[in-house]
């Protein structure tokens, strides 16, 4: 059984550009999250996807976007990338919404922008 | 806003129990407190969880104070592969929204 899988593992992108990053969830999961993790820094919530919307958002510009399809993947897109968005970005999933099913993470995405 | 304080760091001799503490002070009668940890450069992994009631897995215990302002996570017996980042986290009752704070950098000394 699969856990969480995030795809590309590192990234090196160019201030301004723009970037995607990707997460299947764990199998029965529906719920997926997004964090930003900074060095040396617990992990930051961005935002949560349940049934294909957005239920939650963190303190995030509105730079961050993101999609939840019909299988439950995900996607995170950042615009006009900052050096400051250099960090590693977590995906979690878990089994319901509303219930206290624990946060399940993949091993992130590593963003590098120059 | 993390609504937990971790000491930020601890050590452990290899074999010992090592007990990690926590104070939610603020928590909600109908919030969880979590447990995870982070060893470098992987995603945060699941421990466990309660309400206010004592658990236990295969990995830890969790006991939460009877005003549940406060709990410890105890791993029996630390080994070099315990040594990690501890999150303590209260979650928001509704969606499953986690803030982290900057947790207990524990270090298991053979």
């Known amino acids: 059984d699969a856990g969480v899988t995030q795809s590309p593992t590192h990234l090196i992108k160019t201030r301004g550009q723009q970037v995607t990053l990707r997460c299947s969830p764990k199998s029965g999961h529906d719920t997926v999250s997004w964090y930003q993790q900074a060095l040396g820094q617990g992990p930051q919530f961005i935002f949560q996807?349940?049934?294909?919307?957005?239920?939650q958002r963190g303190n995030f510009p509105d730079r961050f976007s993101g999609h939840q399809f019909p299988n439950y993947s995900s996607e995170l897109n950042v615009n006009a990338l900052l050096l400051g968005d250099s960090a590693l970005y977590l995906c979690?999933?878990?089994?319901?919404?509303?219930?206290?099913?624990?946060?399940?993470f993949g091993n992130g995405t590593r963003l590098t922008v120059t | 806003d993390a609504k937990t304080t971790q000491p930020p760091s601890m050590d452990c001799a290899e074999g010992r129990a090592a007990n990690l503490p926590c104070n939610h002070s603020?928590?909600?009668?109908?919030?969880?407190v979590y447990w995870y940890r982070q060893i470098h450069s992987q995603g945060p992994q699941y421990i466990i969880h309660?309400?206010?009631n004592n658990e236990t897995n295969e990995m830890a215990s969790l006991i939460i104070t009877e005003d549940r302002k406060s709990s410890t996570l105890i791993l029996p017996h630390a080994t070099l592969r315990d040594t990690a980042v501890y999150y303590c986290?209260?979650?928001?009752?509704?969606?499953?929204?986690?803030?982290f704070g900057t947790g207990t950098s524990l270090t298991v000394i053979p």
């Open positions: 603020t928590i909600s009668g109908n919030e969880y």
């Open positions: 986290i209260v979650r928001v009752a509704i969606g499953n929204q986690f803030y």
């Open positions: 996807y349940y049934e294909e919307e957005e239920r």
């Open positions: 979690a999933s878990s089994l319901d919404f509303f219930g206290e099913s624990p946060l399940h």
């Open positions: 309660g309400l206010k």
